[in-house]
């Protein structure tokens, strides 16, 4: 396994980052510790998981394999919160009331004393900056959180941060979760030359777009049985599952057969050597998914 440094940080992750989506969804908890030991005895070192996957229930899959193995302290444990909780009017967003009960949650549901990375999952443009950044440097401070993250910020807002963050002597953001993959390429238009210039790590989610890489779907043919396309992660409107993207299937297979890999594995071997790309987060439903994923 090849690591890598997470952005302007001493800290080295595996070029494989493991996302923990499905757990409690489409993985049982038996499933999930299975891929967690497999994941770690294949060298991946990099766990990504959040508040909002199955509220809480992935959470609680990943501390509780975590403790049964004993390897906690192995792994660079990565969650995220913002993204709405509960019912209430302050059950989402950064700010200083709902970030520090949800990192008290975080927490409790990982069985650990403190988060290695903290993603700021969705942006939230009501809540000051001067008070997301100070309530993570507090967090930080305690021991709770060790670096700081964003996902899905636009670079204009994570410049903002960044100027703050310098201004004020608070924790600067190391790494940002954008969707990236060969169907969807429009971080390259700015997101990763600003974070190559500015040393943020570039963990992106979404490396199959939702299955359309996965070589299932097939341009005029009916889906497996069993496999019915959803739109997963991305609620801005881009759609994947469009004509423009079969073409680029069947156009992508021949090249991968004759390397003699999946279509899958293909484009997740594409994504990680691209330029300014940290480790790419998968999130298989089985080891067998894992596996695949490993040998890309």
């Not at 891929?35 to 809480?56: C, K, L, M």
Request: with cysteine.
């Amino acid at each position: 396994m090849e690591y890598r440094q997470l952005g302007r940080t001493g800290t080295r992750v595996s070029k494989l980052c493991l996302g923990t989506m499905n757990f409690g969804g489409r993985t049982e908890e038996d499933e999930a510790h299975r891929i967690i030991d497999t994941a770690i005895d294949g060298g991946i070192n990099f766990i990504d998981t959040a508040d909002v996957y199955g509220r809480g229930v992935s959470e609680e899959f990943t501390g509780r394999a975590l403790q049964a193995n004993g390897k906690r302290d192995q792994v660079v444990l990565a969650t995220k919160a913002v993204a709405r909780m509960g019912d209430g009017p302050n059950d989402q967003g950064a700010s200083r009331y709902h970030l520090t009960r949800a990192v008290e949650d975080c927490l409790r549901r990982l069985q650990t004393d403190r988060i290695d990375l903290f993603y700021l999952h969705i942006t939230d443009i009501t809540t000051p900056l001067d008070e997301i950044l100070d309530t993570l440097d507090v967090l930080v401070k305690q021991g709770k959180i060790l670096y700081i993250g964003t996902s899905k910020w636009p670079v204009p807002l994570f410049m903002e941060l960044l100027t703050m963050a310098e201004k004020h002597g608070w924790p600067r953001t190391v790494a940002e979760q954008p969707p990236y993959n060969l169907t969807d390429r429009r971080i390259e238009w700015e997101l990763v030359w600003a974070c190559m210039r500015h040393g943020i790590a570039i963990v992106p989610f979404g490396p199959l777009a939702g299955g359309i890489l996965s070589g299932v779907y097939r341009k005029g043919q009916t889906p497996p049985e069993g496999h019915h396309f959803k739109e997963v992660g991305q609620r801005d409107g881009h759609n994947r599952y469009t004509e423009a993207s079969m073409d680029l299937v069947e156009k992508l297979i021949p090249l991968a057969e004759a390397r003699g890999c999946s279509l899958a594995e293909f484009s997740l071997a594409w994504l990680m050597q691209r330029p300014g790309i940290t480790s790419p987060v998968s999130g298989p439903r089985t080891v067998e998914h894992l596996r695949s994923c490993v040998a890309a």
